[in-house]
T-cell receptor, first 111, second 113 residues
Framework: SQTIHQWPATLVQPVGSPLSLECTVE??????LYWYRQAAGRGLQLLFY??????ISSEVPQNLSASRPQDRQFILSSKKLLLSDSGFYLC??????????FGPGTRLTVT | AQSVTQLGSHVSVSEGALVLLRCNYS??????LFWYVQYPNQGLQLLLK??????LVKGINGFEAEFKKSETSFHLTKPSAHMSDAAEYFC???????????FGTGTRLQVFP
């Protein structure tokens, strides 16, 4: 069966520091991968999605970037965090009938 | 462009009462429709999906939803609420041109004893 992992689970970082969040998927090959952010009390915002290694589509201009160095690995990064980057970050992989399966999430607090 | 509207950002029911969470969509192509549940500080879990075929779809935890094309709706129901159903629920429609999901803004369900 397929599983999706995210780490770390929680992170507290100062403004201006770098960020690296990792997502890995097991049990499937060449999945579509997605990064979302949930700000406090708000819905889901799609940040990036990838249909293959090295192929990244950005949904909104922002302080973040994504990379897919391996088939089942998706990384979200920032060189310098802003207060507004705080939120709950979710990674997901796409199933065969357009459904998406989500990881457990990373709670990021920028102080 | 596709969109999803969830009527009611908060819904409160008593334990044992009917749960009804509303979702309307707009889509220029036959949609694939989904309901997700999110418990505090967790990821989203797929409750059920409609792709083709039978319009009444049964999911996990006793939930079901009915696709009504004429009403462009996909409301989520459960006959008898449990305390454990308290969570945030998201409706979503597929954008089959881009493999993306369009999510509604969510409905927070509270269940009172």
């Amino acid at each position: 069966s397929q599983t999706i992992h995210q780490w770390p689970a929680t992170l507290v970082q100062p403004v201006g520091s770098p960020l690296s969040l990792e997502c890995t998927v097991e049990g499937t090959s060449n999945p579509n991968l997605y990064w979302y952010r949930q700000a406090a009390g708000r819905g889901l915002q799609l940040l990036f999605y990838s249909v293959g290694i090295g192929q990244i589509s950005s949904e909104v201009p922002q302080n973040l970037s994504a990379s897919r160095p391996q088939d089942r690995q998706f990384i979200l990064s920032s060189k310098k965090l802003l207060l507004s980057d705080s939120g709950f970050y979710l990674c997901a992989w796409g199933g065969t009938t357009y459904e998406q399966y989500f990881g457990p999430g990373t709670r990021l607090t920028v102080t | 462009a596709q969109s999803v509207t969830q009527l009611g950002s908060h819904v409160s029911v008593s334990e044992g009462a009917l749960v009804l969470l509303r979702c309307n969509y707009s889509s220029s192509v036959p949609p694939y429709l989904f309901w997700y549940v999110q418990y505090p500080n967790q990821g989203l879990q797929l409750l059920l999906k409609y792709t083709t075929g039978a319009t009444l779809v049964k999911g996990i935890n006793g939930f079901e939803a009915e696709f009504k094309k004429s009403e462009t709706s996909f409301h989520l129901t459960k006959p008898s609420a449990h305390m454990s159903d308290a969570a945030e629920y998201f409706c979503a429609v597929s954008d089959r041109n881009t493999d993306k999901l369009i999510f509604g803004t969510g409905t927070r369900l509270q269940v009172f004893p």
